[in-house]
Every structure is written in C-alpha cells, then in structure tokens.
C-alpha cells in the first residue's frame, strides 16, 4: 500500500509534466498550483479508500491466519501470541490509525506545501506510527514464518507413517 500510495503521488507529477493533449487543454484554464491541489486531493481521496479496503483485508487475512494456527495446527502459545499480536496490529492500524489520517489528511489537502500546519504535522505523526507499525507486522511476519517453516522442516514426517514403521519394526 506504500509504494501504491507513493506511485499514485507521483503519477500527479507526471501528468502535470507531461499532459496529454485534452488534459493539457483543461490544465492550462486553472492556475498550475490550483490543478496540482485538486489532482493531489484527488489521488488523496483514492489512497484513503485503498488504506481502509486495505485495512480490513489485512485484519480479516490476520484473524484466518489465527483461527487456522488455533485450530488447524498443533502450535503451541508462542506462535499464537505473534498471530494474535499481528492482528491487533492490523486492528489499531484500521481502525484507530487509518481514522484519524483520514480525517487530517482531508484537513491539509488544500493547505499550500511548505505553509506550516499543526494538522499537518499530527499527520505525519500518525503517518510515521502507521508506517512503524507496518514495519513490525512485517518483522513479525517474517519471524513467524521462519519459525513455522524451520519447525516442519525439524519434524520427521507423518505421525501415522512413523506409526506404522513402529509397529513393523515391533513385528521383525
């Protein structure tokens, strides 16, 4: 969703250099700050629906991935307390995080850049907790995948193959 939101920034730019000749038209009717503010908004408006979508997938891929892990495995606390700390990871992200830069980033769409704004700055603040919190989930994420993937490759096998090679074993 970061590169997404980044892409979706700079694609603004690149219109702006380089407009297609019916934009280009249109373009040049507002005043080049006023098209960069309202292509901004715009773009702003999309990365805002694609970060609450994005949130509740991820909450709903984390709760799967617990209820699979309680259910459908033989982990024990360890790994279901990282799957329980991803999912509330995605749940503060969603529904604390994500609120509240929506919310300051409707407020600083339409303040110049470079005019100081204390919304502006509590939105980087809660931008910079979104991403940190990203960040860990991904640390988390890895972490617990080598740890299940290094524990299948540690077993022996099947438990009902080793079962019966016990039992012919027992028979000879």
């Known amino acids: 969703m970061d590169m997404v939101a980044t892409q979706n920034f ?19 009717r507002m005043r080049p700050d006023g098209a ?6 715009q773009v702003s408006e999309q990365n805002r629906w694609y970060f609450q979508m994005w949130g509740l997938v991820e909450t709903g891929i984390g709760l799967a991935l617990l209820l699979v892990l309680l259910f459908g495995s033989t982990e024990r606390n360890f790994t279901l307390l990282l799957a329980l700390l991803m999912l509330l990871i995605a749940i503060v992200k969603r529904f604390a995080l994500t609120p509240q830069m929506v919310v300051l980033g409707r407020l600083i769409d339409w303040i110049p850049p470079g005019e100081p704004s204390a919304d502006r700055s509590h939105f980087r603040m809660a931008h910079n907790a979104f991403v ?12 617990l995948t080598a740890r299940l993937l290094f524990r299948r ?20």
């Open 10 to 28: 700079r694609s603004v730019d690149r219109l702006l250099d380089k407009p297609v000749a019916q934009a280009s038209d249109q373009l040049e």
């Open 36 to 41: 960069r503010m309202l292509l901004r908004h």
């Open 132 to 143: 940190g919190l990203d960040l860990l989930t991904w640390a988390i994420g890895f972490f």
């Open 153 to 172: 490759q540690r077993r022996t096998g099947d438990p009902d193959e080793e079962a019966l090679e016990r039992r012919s074993r027992v028979g000879n």
